[in-house]
């Protein structure tokens, strides 16, 4: 990830919806999701949205994005 390359980090991305649904809401161009399920990235990718498979305890504490979003995200966090 690089800085400036997406507007948005969608945590918990499931199948790429909440990205959609981000980009409509707050005027964003381009979003990128995380998940921790491999098969929930597939999805979200193969419907054509960016998404990664990654830990969200290993993001680094830089400024990445101008926001982030989470849906039904909090409650499968330790």
Known sequence: M???AFDFIDF???HGGS???AKKL???NKGIGID???QKIESA???GHSAILFDINKIPNLKLFR???MSH???HVP
């Open 2 to 4: 690089t800085s400036g």
């Open 12 to 14: 918990g991305c499931s």
């Open 19 to 21: 990205i959609q649904q």
């Open 26 to 28: 707050f005027g964003a």
């Open 36 to 38: 921790i399920s491999r």
């Open 45 to 47: 990718t193969a419907s």
């Open 67 to 69: 926001f982030a979003t």
């Open 73 to 75: 995200f909090l409650e």
